[in-house]
């Protein structure tokens, strides 16, 4: 291994995502090192520790603790909840660490013009986890795109569906239910991704204006089905016949989501029979009933945008649904590209008066590469990118600065901005 060009990273927020990131350091040693952690939970600061073999003097229960040692590492990966974003990433940048930050990178637009114009003051490479760009799926359809496969864009249609027990676990019991807990409402903290590829996909041309409209329709109280209780373990005679039992989603079918309970609750690893003793108590969320959550973020919302070139742009997060997909159809001058994600291929269809029907089309399959997973193998192929910016070699078409980020959040603030005001048309500035 060259220890010369193995980069040295520092983790801020010990969660499950940088979890996630920390560990290629175990698959690729030659590329970077684990070597400081801060979390506020001692629990996840022992976890790093035993897996990355840190030292305890780089162990830290706060950034500005962290912040006061002479650097001792190239880089940060900060993987902290979205609302803590800016206030441990400021003195990250300050001190002269590059940053890998997770997206949302900022809950407002006010954290979001303090956290970037740190950055450029500090000059310091910023790259935020816009995962979705490396899955192939999107980074062929960009390729093309970049390649005027279809001429220029003229519209772009976009939907991100949320399956029933995906909304219900992550958006309605958990940690995503409130801007109390999470700083933001559902389109940021869930959709940010799709709006970074609207973006994207344009070339950074800026957007203009944006109108939303958005409410919740499905998880209210007179939603409800008749005579049903409050906790699914506790108190419910129609547990059985509702499609979201807590027992059901989470005891007996434990892939819809439920190791984020038990992450959550803080009890990960617990034996399959304590897990009922879990979710019997009173006042864990994860059981109580979803139609009783008094929820603060909407369950859909559905947005349009215009940008500077005249192009459209549609965008609708559709909660509650069979199952989770995200669609995609943009328009150009020459023709139409457009797919599911989950599919794992899209179409091209392009405009030829020569054919019989008016048009030639393929497919471009990328399942081989894609492989079913759930980000396409972006949460991968993200850290290599950022190693290569560390080692100033030229990023990837992929590449988000917290520059380019900008836009897709810009597109969120202003959407929500739009929908408190009953879907008025907001000025982007
Ligand atoms: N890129 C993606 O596709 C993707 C997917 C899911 C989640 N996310 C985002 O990733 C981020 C992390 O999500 P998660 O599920 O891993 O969360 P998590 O709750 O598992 O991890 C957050 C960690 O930050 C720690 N923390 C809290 N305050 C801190 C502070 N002041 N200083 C240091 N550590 C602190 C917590 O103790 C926790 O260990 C969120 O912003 C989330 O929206 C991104």
Redesign the pocket.
């Known amino acids: 291994m060259n220890r010369q060009s193995q980069k040295k990273m520092i983790i ?7 979890m996630i990131y920390a560990k290629e350091a175990l698959a690729h040693p030659e590329l970077f090192r684990i070597v400081g952690v ?4 001692p629990e ?1 600061v022992d976890l790093a520790k035993r897996t990355f073999d840190i030292p305890e003097e780089n162990c830290f229960s ?2 500005e603790e962290m912040v006061k040692r002479p650097k001792f590492a190239d880089a940060v990966i900060n ?4 609302q ?2 800016v ?2 990433s400021i003195p990250v940048l300050k001190a002269g660490y590059d940053l890998l930050l ?3 990178f900022a809950v407002n637009q006010e954290e979001a013009d303090r956290l970037l114009s740190c950055a450029h003051e500090a000059g310091r490479k910023v790259m935020i ?4 760009r490396y899955a192939p799926f999107y980074k062929e359809m960009k390729t093309l795109l970049s390649n005027g496969e279809i001429g220029t864009v003229l519209s772009i249609q976009m939907a991100e569906h949320v399956s029933y027990f995906h909304q219900s676990v992550s958006y309605v019991r958990g ?1 995503y239910a409130s801007p109390k807990l ?1 700083g933001s409402g559902m389109l940021l ?1 869930k959709c940010s ?1 799709d709006l970074d590829i609207m973006a994207w996909m344009l070339n950074g041309i800026q957007p203009e204006k944006v109108s939303s409209i958005g409410t919740v329709s499905q998880f209210k109280e007179d939603m409800a089905p008749e005579g049903a209780g409050t906790h699914c373990l506790l108190d419910c005679p129609v547990e059985r016949e509702c499609i979201f039992s807590a027992k059901r989603l989470y005891l007996e079918n434990p892939q819809r989501w439920a190791n984020n309970i038990w ?2 609750c803080g009890c990960v690893g617990i034996a399959e029979e304590e897990k009922e003793q879990v979710l019997r108590k009173p006042d864990n969320p994860y059981s109580q009933c979803v139609y009783r959550r008094n929820l603060q973020i909407v369950d859909h919302q559905s947005m349009m945008v215009s940008f500077a070139n005249g192009a459209l742009g549609t965008f609708s997060m559709v909660g509650g649904s069979s199952a989770s997909g995200r669609r995609i159809h943009i328009t150009g001058t020459k023709g139409e590209i457009y797919g599911t994600f989950e599919d794992q291929r899209f179409t091209v269809s392009l405009i030829d008066p020569r054919e019989a029907g008016g048009k030639k089309e393929y497919v471009v399959d990328v399942s081989s590469a894609q492989k079913g997973n759930a ?1 396409g193998g972006g ?1 991968q192929a993200i850290v290599r990118d950022f190693i290569s910016i560390l080692n100033n070699e030229k990023p990837s078409l992929c590449c988000t600065t917290l520059d380019d980020s900008m836009i897709g959040h810009q597109l969120v603030f202003m959407a929500e901005k739009s929908r408190e005001r009953g879907g008025a048309w907001m000025e982007v500035k």
């Not at 801060?38 to 939970?41: F, N, Q, S």
């Not at 986890?129 to 979705?132: G, I």
């Open positions: 801020v927020g010990m969660g499950e995502r940088a801060v979390d506020v939970r996840r706060s950034v993987g902290t909840m979205d803590q974003h206030e441990t997770e997206k949302p986890c816009h995962v979705l940690k999470c903290s991704h992450h959550e980000h949460d």
